[in-house]
T-cell receptor, first 113, second 114 residues
Framework: AQSVTQPDIHITVSEGASLELRCNYSYGATPYLFWYVQSPGQGLQLLLKYFSGDTLVQGIKGFEAEFKRSQSSFNLRKPSVHWSDAAEYFCAVGGGATNKLIFGTGTLLAVQP | DAGVTQSPTHLIKTRGQQVTLRCSPKSGHDTVSWYQQALGQGPQFIFQYYEEEERQRGNFPDRFSGHQFPNYSSELNVNALLLGDSALYLC?????????????FGPGTRLTVT
């Protein structure tokens, strides 16, 4: 079955600290992987995506993610978190004939001053 | 350039009623997908429209139906509303169906069923 697991429901980090959000996927074919961010009252904004090639991908707002096929993981990282990064983060997997996405349950990030 | 727009922003309905949600895709996009996001959950795929036809459907009952118009805008209809239909309904648009085509999401319609 195709699925995405985000083990951390809620994470709190201090401003300026590093961040890693975990994502594991199960997908029968070659996965296309995405990270989206959702702020209150906003739609989903794409942070970054991985289709193929270099397993370390850079995104917007200083985020990066690393694809590890052996671990079925696509963890999101940021070296120094800003207060404006507080939001909910969703990992998603797609592929196949259409761009339908399967999302994880999300990780809510809180940033302490 | 306007992004994906959805209307209404919020609405409240009673169990058993019917509701129609609307979506206008980003300029230049011809494919519209609908997702349901229940509170505390990730978005779940409902269905996708391309060339005015439903191309793929998620695990949702027939009470959920849709339509795409010649100008690529789309409607999501839900009949016989249940309390469990309360959710944020997200519309996403893209240029084509292919997996590599990025989807752009609208702000959503918050549906409350009482």
């Amino acid at each position: 079955a195709q699925s995405v697991t985000q083990p951390d429901i809620h994470i709190t980090v201090s401003e300026g600290a590093s961040l890693e959000l975990r994502c594991n996927y199960s997908y029968g074919a070659t996965p296309y992987l995405f990270w989206y961010v959702q702020s209150p009252g906003q739609g989903l904004q794409l942070l970054l995506k991985y289709f193929s090639g270099d397993t370390l991908v850079q995104g917007i707002k200083g985020f990066e993610a690393e694809f590890k096929r052996s671990q079925s993981s696509f963890n999101l990282r940021k070296p120094s978190v800003h207060w404006s990064d507080a939001a909910e983060y969703f990992c998603a997997v797609g592929g196949g004939a259409t761009n339908k996405l399967i999302f994880g349950t999300g990780t809510l990030l809180a940033v302490q001053p | 350039d306007a992004g994906v727009t959805q209307s209404p922003t919020h609405l409240i309905k009673t169990r058993g009623q019917q509701v129609t949600l609307r979506c206008s895709p980003k300029s230049g996009h011809d494919t519209v997908s609908w997702y349901q996001q229940a509170l505390g959950q990730g978005p779940q795929f409902i269905f996708q429209y391309y060339e005015e036809e439903e191309r793929q459907r998620g695990n949702f009952p027939d009470r959920f139906s849709g339509h795409q118009f010649p100008n690529y805008s789309s409607e999501l209809n839900v009949n016989a509303l249940l309390l469990g239909d309360s959710a944020l309904y997200l519309c996403a648009s893209s240029w084509g169906l292919a997996s590599t085509y990025e989807q752009y999401f609208g702000p959503g319609t918050r549906l409350t069923v009482t």
